[in-house]
């Protein structure tokens, strides 16, 4: 089964300072995505970035970057030039390929890491 | 807004008793998936339903149940509540499963409260 793990329960950052979140993630299959989703005090779900497996070159969404490691399981989210609104917790989440094309798909999500910017 | 809504936004109700959980997918979205996020057990997938077909079971407990109706509404039922289900509850929807296309839109979620 795979499993999704975010070590840090919280992070802080300055704004206009760049933090970086980290998830690692087990998996036995070699075709799959993940994601970055932010949850904000108002509880949506809202997707950050993804990333597709079969891809080398890392995602990148305005401010917000990966750094994807395919061999180490390692997929970390950086947030620069962080601002006040980037203030909310940050799921990691995976995303099998194989369950796809078998009309599934479920997400499988990391803990969580409550990102707090202060001024 | 991610064109998925949910209601009710919130549902106080009392141990033993029964809920549904109401969920509307985008519009041509044939997929709905629920989601429980609790204190203690993060972010679960419960159930997922495709054009009215049960797709796939998660963490789902034997107490709750699900459906997806012909206008790909579904609703998600709780019984004998305790008062550990108390979650938030999040159903998201996406296009027909496919690998090019596979975000899945999350709604704004139901609090539940079980006292």
């Known amino acids: 089964a795979q499993t999704v793990t975010q070590s840090q329960p919280e992070m802080s950052v300055q704004e206009a300072e760049t933090v970086t979140l980290s998830c690692t993630y087990d998996t036995s299959e070699s075709d799959y995505y993940l994601f970055w989703y932010k949850q904000p005090p108002s509880r949506q779900m809202i997707l950050v970035i993804r990333?597709?497996?079969?891809?080398?070159q890392n995602a990148t969404e305005n401010r917000f970057s990966v750094n994807f490691q395919k061999a180490a399981k390692s997929f970390s989210l950086k947030i620069s030039d962080s601002q006040l609104g980037d203030a909310a917790m940050y799921f990691c989440a995976y995303r099998s390929l194989l369950e796809i094309y078998n009309q599934g798909g479920k997400l499988i999500f990391g803990q969580g890491t409550e990102l707090s910017v202060k001024p | 807004d991610s064109g998925v809504t949910q209601t009710p936004k919130h549902l106080i109700t009392a141990t033993g008793q029964r809920v549904t959980l109401r969920c509307s997918p985008r519009?041509?979205?044939?997929?709905v998936y629920w989601y429980q996020q609790s204190l203690d057990q993060g972010l679960q997938f419960l159930i997922h339903y495709y054009n009215g077909e049960e797709r796939a079971k998660g963490n789902i407990l034997e107490r709750f149940s699900a459906q997806q109706f012909p206008d790909l509404h579904s609703e998600l039922n709780l019984s004998s509540l305790e008062l550990g289900d108390s979650a938030l509850y999040f159903c998201a929807s996406s296009v027909p499963p496919n690998p090019w296309d596979d975000t899945q839109y999350f709604g704004p979620g139901t609090r539940l409260t079980v006292l």
């Open positions: 990333q597709e497996a079969y891809k080398q």
């Open positions: 519009s041509g979205d044939l997929s």
